[in-house]
């Protein structure tokens, strides 16, 4: 049995009592179904659950393995898509952080990412990386002797699997870790700060609003946000002006400091939650 298709309440906030046993045997079917497929069997299975339980509720039984496919592919097929285990046998750390596509356009001006965000964080004690990719790698890459624990999430089992292959190869299975996990589902975890890397937009296309709930709920004292400026062909479509202004509408009323980093390919925000948010927002050039 799958995780949340159980007892007789799990879809309640979706349909009525007198429903749940039936559709707790549809969605876990074609949840299955999709996991069965070679695309999707990574996934972690309640993330599957979820979105095609979302896909019954607004598009009903009929099209809802179709919607849920589609879905899945817009926030993570088109992205992890090159991760195929052929080209990870026996590729090195350098090669592995060419294969993600957002891991690779960081690269060129990594350690600037990663100096600007510091130096209004201070070196943090713990990092939880959200939706992670590749990025753990990428950070491992810099040499820095902090974190202490570094903790990465991603829906992804493969990915999971791989990053936690190459802490142990690596010799920092002590600070690095790897698990399956789910903004969507799972609680914040405490942390100095988290890394919401280009995340949130994908999160937006599952569930409108999903940005202001995520970001009101973070349980570190800093949160760095990030959304891409080009897309995944290269065009740039206003992505800078429209992902500014849906940032700033999740965080209006909310308090909190922040701070722009303008990067070429990549808007950066972050987000200080202990103090108060003063008029306008810095911006450093």
Not at 56 to 67: F, S
Not at 135 to 150: E, I, Q, S, T
């Amino acid at each position: 049995m799958l995780h949340g298709v159980k007892g007789d309440n799990c879809l309640s906030q979706y349909f009525c009592q007198g429903a749940v046993q039936y559709f707790n045997m549809t969605i876990a079917e074609i949840t299955q179904k999709i996991l069965n497929s070679p695309k999707y069997s990574a996934l972690d299975s309640r993330v599957v659950e979820r979105v095609v339980a979302e896909s019954v509720r607004r598009y009903g039984l009929k099209r809802a393995q179709h919607e849920a496919k589609r879905v899945l592919h817009q926030v993570w097929g088109v992205y992890f898509g090159e991760l195929k285990p052929a080209k990870l046998r026996d590729a090195d750390l350098d090669s592995l952080l060419q294969l993600h596509q957002s891991t690779r356009e960081r690269l060129p001006f990594l350690r600037d990412f990663y100096e600007q965000i510091f130096t209004i964080t201070g070196q943090p004690s713990t990092i939880v990386d959200y939706a992670c990719g590749l990025n753990p790698l990428a950070f491992y890459h810099l040499g820095y002797d902090y974190p202490g624990h570094y903790q990465a999430l991603d829906i992804d089992h493969f990915t999971v699997d791989l990053l936690n292959q190459q802490f142990q190869k690596l010799g920092v299975a002590n600070r690095f870790n790897a698990r399956p996990g789910d903004l969507l589902l799972d609680k914040p975890i405490k942390a100095d700060i988290a890394l919401l890397l280009k995340v949130l937009p994908p999160l937006e296309l599952q569930r409108k609003g999903a940005s202001r709930d995520i970001l009101q709920k973070q349980n570190s004292r800093f949160t760095v946000v990030s959304y891409p400026l080009k897309s995944i062909s290269g065009y740039e479509k206003g992505m800078g002006d429209f992902y500014r202004q849906q940032f700033y509408a999740a965080i209006q009323d909310q308090g909190m400091k922040v701070t722009e980093l303008p990067f070429a390919n990549e808007l950066v925000f972050v987000i200080d939650k202990h103090e108060s948010s003063p008029p306008g927002v810095d911006v450093l050039k």
